[in-house]
């Protein structure tokens, strides 16, 4: 199926997603979006639920008594000023559809509103809309919620626009795609004194200088090679003028994985060279290690599905089976940790400086709702199609 040539529904999606643009709203706060994403859903005739995880809302189809699938499309926007002169830019001062999540909404309403009309499957589809994708956790919420007992499940699949591919093409693979995501904080005390003399106190600042190389040994040291990891110290905070050695420096940084052996041993080198680095120049130290969001890991049967379905839709030049993995995470992860399932890239084909996500510049590329729409079509025909 390609809706490319549907340019009734085109417009509509089109119409939806600047809409969405326009009026974005973060991380469970996202009150109107959700009427907005029921009323549209309640119009095509689906069973719709709002109120898992706060603002989620997940819509039925039903159409025999074949097997259930999950569709999900995230709904948050981004703290974050827009810097475009669109006609559709943020209304909300401070706040921006700086993902895409605007497209991905846009993109699900679309396969709804067409499924509804067309109903070449057998069994149930439910659409998945979840808050709070940055950050926040809203996917991991929406699970402990329960989401796959309220709306029973074989699989789940997943879809982000992705800019660094050219527009129109599609990517994905076994295993993970997106990374783990860790953040620590380590508080390092020493003894302030005055900065002229040093052998008076203990100087944090050169402790933490010291601790921010060693724990760049993790990754060529200590991880496998071939395991790619990210260690960084991305804030330091110590001291208020020149001449002061200060008490404390605090650090605070990221820390990316791909495996669970490999993130077990992220934290515990961490907490080992942490503990050795301080206590070697007298130091004491508080380390907060706090678990984030886990590897995004795609299912291989339900990938071939999927590969199958993007296939389809872009034809298979155009898709992409091997791509590099994204350090980058994304909570889908907890879904796809409760249910086998599939997340996929739709290339959009930004430009550097402009077209990136989390850029202020960002705006999502209405060329390719159709292909978004035409895969997630695809994938429930290719999964409960009933005339295949
Ligand atoms: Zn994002
Ligand atoms: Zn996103």
Known sequence: MKISQDAALVAHMTKWRRHLHAHPETAFEEVATSDYVRDLLESFGLQVHQGIA???VVATLTNGDGPAIALRAD???LDMVEHTNVPHRSTHDGKMHGCGHDGHMAMLLGAAKYLSENRHFNGTVHFVFQPAEENEGGGRV???EGLFDKFPAQAVFGMHNWPELPAGVMATKPGPLMAACDTIEIKITGQGCHGAMPHLGRDPVVIASELILALQTISSRIVNPQDAVVVSV???NAGHTWNVIPEDVVLRGT???FRPEVRETLQSSIKRIVKGVCEAHGASFD???NAGYPATVNDPEQTEVCARAAIKTVGEDKVDLNPVS???AEDFAYMLEA???CYVWLGTGGTPGGCLLHNPGFDFNDGVLHIGTSYWINLVEEILGSDR
């Open 54 to 56: 706060k603002t989620g």
């Open 75 to 77: 709904m948050d926007a």
């Open 142 to 144: 929406m699970v402990e």
């Open 234 to 236: 991305t804030q330091i």
């Open 255 to 257: 820390v990316r994985s």
């Open 287 to 289: 380390l907060t290690y």
């Open 326 to 328: 994204s350090m980058g």
């Open 339 to 341: 249910k086998p399932g």
